[in-house]
């Protein structure tokens, strides 16, 4: 009987795709466009990037379009790539840009040709368009999430400004934290450590017997609890707001520095595919860069409120994280060096 | 209403077959006509069990064969990546460390609660719904809680003991919550509210008239226990021992938030890093499952098999036979010292970590304020999951309680063919079985393709809710079924009520208590599901238990404190409204 009812309601409530969304990007011009995403009046982003970072992008985006309403979900971690696959399956698809570091999967679904091409004044600009920086005309690396060394500054006092630093016998017994390798970013940040301080450099760090968290908010939480002392993969805009109002914690960009690229993209079947490249033009301008690099790194030069770049940084090599097999693979070798 | 006069006499019970029917099965004329005519009958007398088979049968097992069949693709690819792992061995051994702990620790303690629960003086009585109250608890917030308590450098207890004058051992430790010993003993603490209840419920039917003739005969208190009312009580111990067994091998929350710090594995966790990995492996997560499916159905078969028929244990020797264990003091301190430290401390950390800024692991009060609930009140998200929380899990209640009666029903009468029944039975109590994660994954893939595509929708929740709640909606009711007896509905056939008004007036309000009991339960089930519902939740479709689970990985943990709060208030409201419903009977009928 709950199947029946489950199967008529379904069949009530079901949506259907709609192909292609009704843009003719040849004919139309930027100003056209504008007036149609006001008339889809919202969009709807399915962000990664960290709390605050996505709520100065809202409020930034809304003043700017105060017609287009801009309703940001949050989804971390690699679990994002099963809903979306779900909600493309079953003709249900939330999100009209995705803004994540599921690097596997966007790179395949670009290659499908699932993505649309940005057509505004500055995602296809000249700082964009065939740069590294907008891959297969499709993948914005709208963001740069400046990750370094965090650490509780009642337990320590003199912290180590390289990441070689942190393979410190002082740091051992658990005191260090590290971010466990889910995903494609994690993989990619500890063979860039191991490229840049020698095969012997994880072995070190596995030995201090670290203890692991998923990502970067619980090792923060961890941090200022004292359950570690010093952490790797400590995010600036998280530290930054806990640090101003008094918590026990402080960061820094170590150099040699590593950072991942948030990948942007649009869905050629999303439901508002005007407001999408209105938003997706927003975050490539130097007001959206402003917004999604507040206490991070932008593609961009000389973004106010973003975080100084190191003289030696290095962006995640999209190229072998997107090898289909090596994220396997590099998981499997990490695994095996910390015993996990 | 016709009177008993006019009731035909010697009238054939509901289902069973005229007498010259069944002559003329067995005699000497059977043809090949009667016996058509005779499979016809049966046919139409078991529509509604067969009918109950068909859909309870798709719901259950369609996820389950789906997601085996792409486990063995590809010639057993699934098994191969799935079993593939380096500590394969160590996972494995670990999930059945967490299943034997369960049903140690569980019925261990679970026995003794429920023995002293029945010896409360009377005016304590109260005191006996106590044991029930970590149900309450969100499994997601206190194992949060624990950790806030038992973290091995910065919990809060772990610093008090340190901070002891006689303690010397160093500047961590001494309980470190993060290892494979405490994540037993916390999965264990946690299930043991579930054995108390049936076994209470299976000492509460117990006739004490024979424990006080054993007593009289001259026997010790032990050895009473041990000869008379262990023997008596066998099919609760069992059945409370096989639901502590199997929900602990499926226990996916403690090792889930505990146990990735010092990469403590059990295969459900497995299950849902191979189903939310980067490129979705369901045939390695189907694979990593098996051996719990194995082990479940195992253990439900052979739960069958022990307790045979149930009849036998059946001493109830009426009212005055019941309560009158001896009274015991003692029953008071141990009652109130589990509950205090189970439900409570967990609580407290929430409370304390809610109302700080952030946590430091030290208790600041200067700090404290509202501001985290304020911050909650205007997350939509946040909001909108409590509200997804209560409609789907109000809306299971509802759908899932006329099953569970019907299906109780069923499994009563014993006019239905035995085999029948036994297969609903087996169907029925296979949901306890299978891990809640293993169902979230298999709905997941069954509802995200024809014929029933209901993913992105809150309706898949109700689906997989009501599957999940099958075992504990039915097997409630069917208790009560049997306490019940059936000289009432005789009663009130033989007074000339059809069937409906028979079950809408007579039985129905004689098994309130049971009705309010069961939908209590499985309102407190349902609004902290959070393993089954992590999987099939669209990225719009979100529930309390799911929420908390995204704020402690992306937010604070006051926020999360304060969430989980939220969840046990909410909790607390809807079970007080099932037992106001069902009448003060109905957390005794737990």
Redesign the interface.
């Known amino acids: ?3 029946l ?3 008529l ?2 069949a009530c ?3 259907a795709v709609t192909p292609g969304g009704g843009m003719s990007t040849a004919a139309s011009t930027w100003d056209e466009v504008l007036k149609k995403a006001s008339e889809e009046g919202t969009v709807s982003l ?1 962000s990664a990037l960290l ?1 605050e970072v996505n709520k100065e992008l809202e409020a930034r985006f809304e003043k700017a379009y105060p017609d287009i309403d801009l309703r940001i ?11 979306l ?3 493309l ?4 698809l ?2 009209d840009i995705v803004n994540h570091v ?1 690097y ?2 966007a790179k395949s679904k670009a290659d499908e040709g699932l993505f649309a091409e940005p057509i505004g004044p500055n995602g296809a600009g000249p700082e964009w368009k065939d740069t590294p920086y907008l891959i297969d005309g499709v993948l914005q690396t709208s963001a740069l999430t400046a990750l370094g060394i965090a650490w509780n500054t009642e337990k320590v006092t003199d912290p180590p400004t390289t990441y070689e630093g942190l393979a410190d016998p002082k740091f051992g ?2 005191q260090l934290g590290l971010v ?1 390798n ?3 970013p994690m993989a990619d940040m500890y063979t860039w450590l191991e490229d840049t301080y020698g095969p012997g450099y994880l072995a070190k760090l596995a030995e201090l017997k670290p ?5 970067a ?2 090792l923060q ?2 941090l ?5 002392s010093i952490a790797l993969w400590g995010a600036s805009s998280t530290v930054k707001p ?1 640090k101003e ?4 914690i402080d960061w820094l960009m170590p150099d040699p520095g590593w950072a991942p690229p948030n990948l942007g993209y649009m869905f050629k079947e999303s439901k508002n595919p005007n407001a999408a490249q209105v938003l997706f033009d927003f975050m490539a301008s130097k007001d959206g860069q402003e917004a999604l690099a507040k206490d991070n790194l932008s593609v961009l030069k000389n973004v106010s409120g973003a975080v100084e770049a190191p003289k030696d940084l290095t962006l995640l090599d999209l190229t072998r994280a997107t090898k289909p097999g090596w ?1 396997d693979s590099a998981q ?1 070798e990490w ?2 060096i ?3 | 209403m016709k009177s008993i006069s006019d009731a035909r006499p010697g009238a054939p019970r509901q289902g069973a077959q005229p007498v010259e029917e069944r002559r003329d099965e067995t005699g000497a004329g059977n043809t090949g006509a009667n016996r058509r005519r005779a499979w016809t009958r049966a046919l139409r007398r078991h529509a509604l069990p067969i009918a109950a088979i068909i ?1 309870i049968g ?2 259950v097992l369609a996820p389950l064969v789906r997601l085996q069949l792409l486990a063995l693709a590809d010639g057993g690819a699934g098994y191969a990546r799935g079993f593939g ?3 394969i061995a160590r996972t494995i051994t670990t999930t059945l460390l967490l299943g034997l702990g369960s049903l140690v620790i569980g019925l261990v303690f679970g026995a003794v609660l429920a023995w002293y629960s029945i010896q409360l003086p009377p005016r304590a009585r109260w005191m006996a719904t106590l044991p029930i109250l970590p149900i309450v608890v969100p499994p997601v917030a206190s194992m949060i809680g624990w950790g ?1 308590l038992l ?4 919990g809060t207890i772990n610093r008090f003991i340190r901070s002891l004058p006689f303690y010397s051992g160093g500047d ?1 430790g001494p309980i470190d919550v ?1 290892t494979v010993p405490w994540i037993v003993f916390l999965t264990a603490l946690g299930l043991t509210s579930f054995v108390y209840v049936f076994l209470r419920a299976g000492l509460l039917r117990v006739n004490y008239e024979l424990v006080e003739a054993g007593r009289t005969a001259g026997d010790r208190p032990l050895g009473v226990f041990f000869r008379i009312l262990l023997p008596i009580v066998r099919p609760s111990l069992i059945y409370g021992g096989a639901v502590a067994l199997l929900l602990g091998l499926g226990q996916f929350t403690a090792p889930l938030l505990l146990g ?4 403590v594995k059990v295969l459900t966790t497995e299950v849902y ?1 191979f ?6 492996d369901y045939g390695a997560a189907a694979a990593v499952a098996s051996p719990l499916l194995l082990a479940g159905f195992g253990i439900v078969a052979l739960q069958r098999v022990l307790l045979g028929e149930e009849q036998r244990f059946v001493t109830d020797g009426g009212k005055t036979s019941r309560y009158s264990a001896r009274r015991n003091p003692v029953a008071v301190i141990v009652i109130g010292l589990f509950s205090g430290t189970v439900a409570l401390l967990p609580l407290l950390a929430l409370i304390a970590a809610s109302l700080s ?5 030290q208790i600041d009060v200067s700090t404290w304020s509202l501001d985290n609930f304020r911050e909650l009140w205007n997350t939509p ?1 946040a909001v909108s999951a409590v509200e997804t929380s209560l409609i789907a899990s109000g809306a299971s209640v509802l ?1 899932s309680l006329p ?1 569970g009666y019907v299906l109780a029903d069923i499994l009563h009468r014993r006019s239905y063919d035995t085999r029948i029944r036994a297969i609903i039975d087996i169907l029925i109590s296979l949901p306890l079985g299978v891990p809640a994660v293993v169902f979230g994954a298999g709905f ?1 893939f069954t509802y ?2 024809p ?7 809150p ?2 929740l ?2 997989v809710y ?1 599957t999940l709640m099958l075992p504990f909606a039915t097997r409630m009711q069917l208790a009560a079924r049997m306490s019940l007896g059936d000289s009432y509905q005789e009663a009130a056939r033989v007074s000339g009520a059809g069937p409906l008004r028979t079950h809408l007036q007579v039985v129905i309000p004689m098994i309130r208590g049971s009705l309010g009991g069961s939908a209590a339960l499985i309102f407190v089930l349902l609004t902290h599901e959070f393993a089954a519902s992590l999987l099939v939740r ?3 479709t979100q529930v309390m238990g799911t929420t908390l689970y ?1 704020l ?6 006051p926020l999360v404190a304060a969430m989980g709060l939220v969840m046990c208030l909410v909790t607390a409201a809807g079970v007080i409204l099932a037992v106001r419903l069902g009448g003060s009977k109905a957390l005794e009928s737990l």
């Not at chain 1, 203890?211 to 990502?215: I, V």
């Not at chain 1, 200022?224 to 570690?228: A, D, K, Y």
């Open positions: 009987m709950a199947v009812v489950a199967a309601l379904a409530g079901g949506q399915y709390p979900t949050r989804i971390v971690g690699p679990e994002v790539s099963a809903k696959d779900a909600e399956k079953s003709g249900s939330g999100a599921n596997e999967w017994n658990g466990d889910l995903a494609a203890k692991f968290y998923p990502s908010v619980p939480e961890a200022l609890s004292g359950e570690i806990i109002s008094g918590g026990p994220l499997s695994k095996q910390f015993g996990r | 859909v798709y719901l792992t380096a500590d806030l973290a091995p450098n910065s961590t993060f990735t710090i010092k990469n890093f189903a939310n990995a980067g490129l979705a800024p952030f946590w430091t692991g998200s759908v099953i997941l995200t393709a014929p029933f595509v209901l993913y992105g929708t309706w898949v109700v689906v009501v669209s990225t719009r995204d402690w990985l992306n937010v604070s943990y």
